[in-house]
């Protein structure tokens, strides 16, 4: 008797200190970063940074997060799951690699020739990243837009 006590005793502390108290804080994207530029793709990078107050870690999504150059949309992503840690700040990278020749168009070559002289280009993330975990799942909303220094 004494044993089955202890036991639930130890699976009832367990359960109940390893809790899901608030989900973690989307703190922002930063680094945005061109990072690497040739003639026939263009990479780019960002960092969304959180912050898991929770005893138990979880996962994070991005699913169909949308990159817009200049204001046009040129790819849609989703990344694979990125693990959550308990208790930590933690960034997850956000990285695209995209054509060229699909920033180019007529109708966009202004902007795209503005960019070419100010070595800048607008670059904006939108979309949705999901966190799950024990069942729980939590969406947070993603518009960040950021101007961007290219290498020629």
Do not use: H, W
Not at 4 to 16: D, Q, T
Not at 38 to 66: H, R
Not at 90 to 100: E, Q
């Amino acid at each position: 008797m004494k044993k089955s006590n202890v036991f639930i005793l130890v699976i009832c502390s367990l359960v109940f200190n390893c809790t899901v108290r608030e989900k973690p804080q989307f703190i922002g994207i930063d680094n945005f970063k061109v990072m690497d530029s040739n003639m026939k793709n263009i990479t780019i990078s960002a960092d969304a940074e959180f912050s898991n107050p929770n005893d138990v870690g979880g996962t994070l999504q991005t699913d169909a997060l949308k990159v817009f150059i200049n204001d046009k949309e040129i790819a849609t992503f989703s990344s694979k799951e990125f693990k959550v840690p308990s208790k930590d700040t933690f960034k997850i990278p956000l990285t695209v690699s995209v054509a060229t020749d699909s920033i180019i168009d007529k109708s966009n070559l202004s902007g795209l020739l503005g960019s070419l002289l100010s070595k800048k280009i607008k670059v904006q993330y939108q979309g949705d990243i999901k966190y799950k975990v024990l069942g729980y799942s939590s969406t947070y909303k993603v518009d960040k837009t950021e101007d961007v220094k290219i290498k020629l």
